[in-house]
C-alpha cells in the first residue's frame, strides 16, 4: 500500500503551493496526485493576473484598501477576518513569486508592472504579459522538482476514507494502467479547481475542472458552503465560451453594444467596464435580451473593441488574447472587435474551510484551497486578480496546516481503506462490463442545458424548482448510465462517468442554495428577490449530504470593519 505524510490533490497553483510549503525545511514524504500532467493545470488559463497592494504603480494603495475592495466586491458576504488575512500578506507573496523565479513583467523602474483590474480602486493587479497564470504555474513546478516532492501523474482521485471523524487516506485510480490504490496518509489537501463543467460548453473552465476533490469532501461529511454562488466571467467568447482575459478591459478595452454604444455607462459610470463581473456580466446579458446584442439564442453578443489601444500595446500586453480570437473566433481583435458573451467562469463556493490559518475542515486531517473551497475571501462575487492571490496565498497555508496536521498524528488503520478500495474495483468491474444503459453524455448534456437556462447569471423561484426537479431526475438516470468501454488502461470512458457523477451531486446543491436563498447578492441574481436582504440573507448557507439526502444550513459572515452597504461603481 503506498503510504506518504501528505498528499495534495491537484497540482494546479494551490496544489503546488501546498506541496511546495508542506515539504520546506522537514523530512516528511509528500505527494501530489493529479489526473493531468502539471503544468496543464487550470491555473495555466489565468492570464490577466495576481492582486497584491504592492503601491508601484499608486503610491496611495494600501492593503487596507485591497481589503475594502474585496470585501465590497463580495457584496459583504465575504469573511472579513479571513480578507484582512490575505490582503496584508499579499505583498510578501508577490516577492516570495519572484524569489522563485516568476518572470513578471516591470515598469521603467524595474518593479513588477501593476495594471487596473475591475472593482478595485487602485492598479493592483501584477502580470506577466497576459500569461500569468502560465509562468506562476511553471515556476512551482520547478521548486516542487528541488523539493524532492513526488508526481503522482495522471491519478485520479475516487473517494477520501474518513473513520471516526479522522481523514485515514483515500483511494485513486492510475489512470495509465488501471489499477485502482488505497493510498495510506496523515493529512491530505484537496486542491482540484472548481466545478464551472456543471454548465459544460458555456464555461471558460477547462474539460477536467469536474469538482472531483470537491465532490469526495462532500461525501465524506464535509459540507458546501455556499455553492449557490457562480461567477460569469464577462468575456467569454461567443462562440466556444473561451475565457478573453479581463485584462482587455484592464488596459482599456471598450464593449459596444450593437447601436455603437459604450453601454456600461447606462450601469456602472464611474468604473465604466471596470465594474465588477457580476454587474459587468448582467449588463451584458441585459442589453442582449432588450435588443440592443447582435446575432440570436446561445451565442448571441455584444463586441469587445480593442483597436484603439494599437498594435503596438496588444502585441506587448495582450499576445495571448489576441492569439485566442484569432483561432478560436477567427478575429484579429487588431483589425476588428470580437463577439463576447458571458461565461461560467468561476465557484465562489465550494468546500468548507472552518478555519483560514490553517485551511483546516471540520474533518481532521482534511485541508483545501483554492477554487475547490470557501475561506471564505470572494463572498457573493470575486474580484478579477483575486483568484491566482487566492490559490498561492491560501495553497502556502494550507500545506503548512497539512504539514502540521501530519507531524502531528500518526498513521491510522488500513481495514476501511482497503474495503473502500475493494469497493471501487467491484464498480470498475461493473462499470466496463455493461453494454446497454442510459447514455452518459446525454446525461451531462441535459445538465448543463438545465443548469445554464434555470440556474445562470438571471434565476427566478420556478426556474430553479425546475432546475431542481430534473437534476433529481437525472441523478436517477445516472444509476443506469452506461460508459460503454470494457479496457482497463486508459478507460477515459470510467474515468468520464465518475466525472459526471462528481457534477451531478454538485449541480444539485448549487440549485438547492440559490432556491433557498430569496434575494439577489453578487453573483446570484434573482428576478422575483431583485434586492440584497441582509436581515435574512447575510449569512453563509451551507449544505450537507447525509446519504442521497441534502440537508441545508447557515452560519453567520465575520464582519469587523466594514457594515454593508449598497454597491455603486
Keep these: 500500500m503506498l503510504k506518504f505524510d501528505v498528499v495534495v490533490v491537484g497540482a494546479g497553483g494551490a496544489g ?35 492582486n497584491a497592494a504592492m503601491g508601484y504603480r499608486d503610491s496611495t494603495d494600501s492593503p487596507e484598501k485591497h481589503f475594502r475592495d474585496t470585501v465590497k466586491g463580495s457584496d459583504f458576504l465575504a469573511d472579513q477576518d479571513a480578507v484582512e488575512f490575505f490582503t496584508s500578506g499579499m505583498p510578501d507573496m508577490i516577492s516570495e513569486l519572484d524569489y522563485y523565479g516568476v518572470p513578471f513583467s516591470r515598469d521603467e523602474k524595474g518593479q513588477v508592472a501593476q495594471r487596473p483590474f475591475g472593482g478595485a480602486s487602485s492598479p493592483r493587479t501584477c502580470y506577466s504579459a497576459d500569461k500569468t497564470g502560465h509562468v506562476i504555474l511553471h515556476a512551482l513546478y520547478e521548486q516542487c522538482l528541488k523539493n524532492h516532492v513526488q508526481f503522482l501523474n495522471e491519478w485520479f ?63 465524506a461529511g464535509i459540507p458546501l458552503k455556499d455553492p449557490e454562488f457562480i461567477q460569469f466571467h464577462p468575456t467569454g467568447l461567443a462562440q466556444t465560451g473561451v475565457l478573453l482575459s479581463e485584462a482587455c478591459r484592464g488596459e482599456g478595452g471598450y464593449l459596444i453594444n450593437k447601436d455603437g454604444e459604450r453601454f456600461m455607462a447606462r450601469y456602472a459610470p464611474e468604473k465604466m467596464e471596470l465594474g465588477p463581473r457580476d454587474l459587468v456580466s448582467r449588463s451584458i446579458e441585459t442589453e442582449i435580451k432588450e435588443g440592443r446584442g447582435f446575432g440570436e439564442g446561445m451565442t448571441s453578443y455584444v463586441l469587445m473593441d480593442l483597436r484603439h489601444l494599437g498594435e503596438k500595446k496588444i502585441m506587448e500586453r495582450l499576445p495571448q488574447v489576441r492569439e485566442l480570437a484569432l483561432e478560436f473566433e477567427g478575429v484579429d481583435l487588431i483589425k476588428e472587435p470580437v463577439p463576447i458573451r458571458p461565461s461560467c467562469h468561476y465557484t465562489m463556493g465550494g468546500i468548507h474551510v472552518s478555519d483560514y490559518k490553517t485551511c483546516s475542515t471540520p474533518i481532521e486531517g482534511i485541508h483545501a484551497a483554492g477554487e475547490c473551497c470557501s475561506v471564505s475571501i470572494h463572498g ?13 496565498f491560501f495553497g502556502k497555508y494550507a500545506g503548512l496546516g497539512a504539514k502540521e496536521s501530519a507531524m502531528r498524528r500518526s498513521f491510522g488503520r488500513t481495514e476501511k481503506l482497503e474495503q473502500e478500495a475493494n469497493a471501487w474495483k467491484t464498480k470498475f468491474k461493473t462499470i466496463r462490463e455493461k453494454t446497454t444503459g442510459v447514455s452518459m453524455f446525454s446525461i451531462r448534456n441535459r445538465l448543463a442545458e438545465t443548469m445554464w437556462n434555470y440556474v445562470g447569471i438571471f434565476r427566478t423561484e420556478s426556474e430553479m424548482a425546475q432546475a431542481l426537479a430534473t437534476v433529481d431526475e437525472l441523478i436517477e438516470e445516472y444509476k443506469d448510465a452506461y460508459a460503454g468501454d470494457a479496457s482497463v488502461k486508459y478507460n477515459m470512458a470510467f474515468i468520464n462517468y465518475v466525472e459526471i457523477g462528481n457534477i451531478l451531486k454538485l449541480a444539485r446543491a448549487v440549485a438547492m ?31 450537507y449530504k447525509d446519504g442521497e439526502n441534502y440537508r441545508l444550513e447557515y452560519a453567520p459572515v465575520t464582519i469587523t470593519n466594514y457594515q454593508p452597504e449598497e454597491r455603486k461603481y
Design 16 to 50: 503546488m503551493m501546498a506541496a511546495l510549503s508542506a515539504s520546506e525545511k522537514n523530512n516528511l514524504k509528500v505527494a501530489v496526485l493529479s489526473k493531468i500532467f502539471p503544468t496543464r493545470s487550470h491555473t495555466g488559463a489565468a492570464q490577466g493576473g495576481i
Design 157 to 219: 482521485l475516487l473517494s477520501l476514507v474518513v473513520e471516526d471523524g479522522k481523514f485515514e487516506g483515500l483511494v485513486a485510480m492510475d489512470i495509465r494502467d488501471g489499477k485502482i490504490h488505497p493510498i495510506q496518509a496523515k493529512s491530505v489537501v484537496i486542491a482540484s479547481g472548481g466545478f464551472g463543467r456543471i454548465y459544460w460548453s458555456r464555461t471558460t473552465n477547462a474539460i477536467n475542472m469536474t469538482g472531483d476533490g470537491t465532490a469526495a469532501c462532500f461525501e
Design 380 to 392: 457573493a462575487n470575486r474580484l478579477g486578480g483575486n483568484s491566482v492571490a487566492d490559490v498561492v
Design 513 to 543: 442554495g440559490a432556491l433557498n436563498r430569496r434575494e439577489s447578492r453578487g453573483s446570484h441574481s434573482r428576478g422575483d428577490y431583485p434586492t440584497r436582504n441582509d436581515e435574512q440573507f447575510l449569512k453563509h448557507t451551507l449544505i
